[in-house]
Antibody
């Protein structure tokens, strides 16, 4: 079945780095743009960034621009989020999500279960 | 960036009630508006995209409407399993901002 599985979350000190991974299965990964979204427990959803189907185009929200980098490996059906210069306010559950095609590009029709990132000294 | 504002922030309704949630965009986004449902402890689920297109498998009691800056999500007859937080999202242009959410509870 169509599935996204994140991994790589954990506890990191302020200023540290962490790389999240998202393994895709059950669909043609290289057909879809992919996004990362985060959610502070008990709070709302924050869209962070996307990468195009080919990996040639990315867009970063202002809150993570210059600190986070998105990448993908279509041969391995994998998505990555490299997070540098982490701050306490980056503490959240991080979701990878598949963007729809055509008219529903930008909407997120498949979500992973999330991985928790805690930034604390 | 486009700001998305939902109202109300929360509501309480009885089973069978008609429930309406409003989402306003700070600038026109055509019909590129999505709605998500997030039940407690669960991952968000896409309900509607392109303002009014129901995602596969979503019950027909959910209906979306609107364009440009004013959108609504209507649940025609609230069911116990609809207790959740609902989010709108601009999917017209990045950043694909979300509204702050509307929590729906049973009275």
């Amino acid at each position: 079945q169509v599935q996204l599985v994140e991994s790589g979350g954990g506890l990191v000190k302020p200023g540290g780095s962490l790389t999240l991974s998202c393994a895709a299965s059950g669909f043609t990964f290289s057909d879809h743009y992919m996004s990362w979204i985060r959610q502070v427990p008990g709070k709302g959803l924050e869209w962070l960034l996307y990468i195009s189907d080919s990996g040639s185009t990315m867009y970063y929200a202002a809150s993570v621009r210059g600190r986070f980098t998105i990448s993908r490996d279509n041969a391995q059906n994998s998505l990555f989020l490299q997070m540098n210069s982490l701050r306490t306010e980056d503490t959240a559950v991080y979701f990878c999500a598949r963007e729809g095609l055509n008219w529903n590009r930008g909407s997120l029709d498949v979500w992973g279960q999330g991985t928790t990132v805690t930034v604390s000294s | 960036d486009i700001q998305m504002t939902q109202s109300p922030s929360s509501l309480s309704a009885s089973v069978g009630d008609r429930v309406t949630i409003t989402c306003r965009a700070s600038q026109g986004i055509s019909n590129y508006l999505a709605w998500y449902q997030q039940k407690p402890g669960q991952v968000p689920r896409l309900l509607i995209y392109a303002a009014s297109t129901l995602q596969s498998g979503v019950p027909s009691r959910f209906r979306g409407s609107g364009s440009e800056t004013h959108f609504t999500l209507t649940i025609s007859s609230l069911q116990p399993e609809d207790v959740a937080t609902y989010y709108c999202q601009n999917h017209n242009s990045a950043p694909y901002t979300f509204g702050q959410g509307t929590k729906v509870e049973l009275k």
